[in-house]
């Protein structure tokens, strides 16, 4: 999880690379230059570099801002889906689905991807009961559950 330190440090690369452009190429000359290539006026054209100049160097307590937000919602969202596996773990196991097949199950739902275990066939006819009767939202990730079970394991062939 990113730490507050962390964003700060990010939001400073953010704002060090768009120094460093303001620094590096003189924006205030090719904006006066290119006014005068079109013909149009050359203190407008000056007074908008010199405006995005210094926005640029008032600018790092926004981009330092917006990475923070950033990380923290990526947290929020990481502790809220460790919390609705956590629920989905415990509720299965309240209907008689054995800690590793509840965990392998909460992963499929949640996390969408397998937790290494694989579901034994006792588990697997509670789970159809679960989610025929108790609960009918969670009979669409039944295919799911079919492709994690044990009977569906590679075997290993030895020479």
Same mark, same amino acid.
Not at 46 to 75: C, N
Not at 117 to 135: E, G, N, Q, R
Not at 136 to 151: D, K, Q, V
């Given at each position: 999880?990113?730490?507050?330190?962390?964003?700060?440090?990010?939001?400073?690369?953010?704002?060090?690379?768009?120094?460093?452009?303001?620094?590096?190429?003189?924006?205030?000359?090719?904006?006066?230059?290119?006014?005068?290539?079109?013909?149009?006026?050359?203190?407008?054209?000056?007074?908008?570099?010199?405006?995005?100049?210094?926005?640029?160097?008032?600018?790092?307590?926004?981009?330092?801002?917006?990475?923070?937000?950033?990380?923290?919602?990526?947290?929020?969202?990481? $502790?809220?889906?460790?919390?609705?596996?956590?629920?989905?773990?415990?509720?299965?196991?309240?209907?008689?689905?054995?800690?590793?097949?509840?965990? $392998?199950?909460?992963?499929?739902?949640?996390?969408?991807?397998?937790?290494?275990?694989?579901?034994?066939?006792?588990?697997?006819?509670?789970?159809?009961?679960?989610?025929?009767?108790?609960?009918?939202?969670?009979?669409?990730?039944?295919?799911?559950?079919?492709?994690?079970?044990?009977?569906?394991?590679?075997?290993?062939?030895?020479?």
């Amino acid at each position: 999880m990113p730490s507050m330190l962390n964003s700060l440090a990010q939001g400073l690369k953010n704002y060090k690379s768009i120094a460093e452009y303001q620094l590096h190429n003189n924006t205030v000359g090719q904006s006066y230059d290119m006014a005068k290539a079109r013909g149009l006026n050359r203190a407008t054209a000056v007074a908008g570099a010199i405006g995005a100049g210094a926005a640029t160097f008032l600018a790092p307590p926004v981009v330092i801002g917006a990475q923070a937000v950033k990380d923290y919602r990526q947290k929020q969202n990481a $502790e809220m889906q460790r919390d609705k596996l956590t629920a989905m773990i415990n509720c299965l196991r309240a209907r008689g689905i054995s800690q590793y097949g509840a965990v $392998e199950m909460g992963n499929q739902i949640i996390m969408n991807h397998s937790a290494g275990y694989y579901i034994s066939d006792a588990d697997f006819k509670m789970w159809m009961v679960v989610a025929s009767t108790l609960d009918p939202t969670l009979a669409r990730f039944t295919s799911r559950m079919i492709a994690r079970l044990e009977s569906a394991k590679p075997e290993l062939n030895l020479a």
